[in-house]
């Protein structure tokens, strides 16, 4: 997972390739994880400041300041290393990199491409292209669902953390 993370950022301009379905996936969930405890370390340094006056405090909320400004250095700098990967695995679909451009439709554009990227990549054998079938162990298909309700578990989590950080 960690090499698929590596080597998406050893190719911020490569608009050109293409990148397998596991190296782009890898990659998204590496970057969430890294920015859930960036955000996670955040909220708790706030906490920290805010909630006692002590010297103390302050002293232990500033490495947590510290990780997570680096934690968002990291999410800002893999939205550009995400653009070149997310046209090199539509590209590995055997789709335009025009394609990218369907996200900017409101609602049902995200969803198309999110379809396009969870495709299979193409395969060619002497000039002729065929698609790996998608998955049916029912081993795969439930760790898919788990690991997509988990996602989504997170995002509801961090939500409910912000609003209770603004109350």
């Known amino acids: 997972m960690l090499n698929s993370y590596i080597s998406a950022w050893k190719r911020p301009f490569d608009f050109q390739g293409k990148s397998t379905r596991k190296e782009y996936w890898h990659f998204v969930i590496l970057n969430l994880i890294v920015t859930v405890i960036s955000y996670v370390l955040f909220l708790s340094a706030i906490a920290l400041t805010n909630g006692i006056n002590s010297s103390f405090s302050v002293v232990m909320s500033m490495p947590l300041y510290l990780i997570s400004s680096i934690g968002l250095l990291l999410f800002f700098g893999s939205i550009w290393i995400a653009l070149p990967l997310t046209v090199r695995r539509i590209r590995d679909v055997g789709m335009s990199w025009k394609w ?4 900017s439709l409101p609602y049902v554009g995200g969803a198309f491409v999110l379809i396009f990227l969870t495709r299979p990549s193409i395969l ?3 000039g002729n292209e065929y ?10 298909i439930v ?5 997509s309700v988990l996602i989504i578990a ?10 209770i950080a603004a109350i």
């Open 100 to 103: 990218i451009f369907l996200v």
């Open 154 to 163: 997170l995002f509801l989590v961090m939500f409910a953390i912000s609003l």
């Open 124 to 126: 060619s054998i002497d």
């Open 143 to 147: 760790g898919y669902w788990i690991a």
């Open 131 to 140: 698609y790996f079938r998608y998955p049916t162990k029912k081993n795969h």
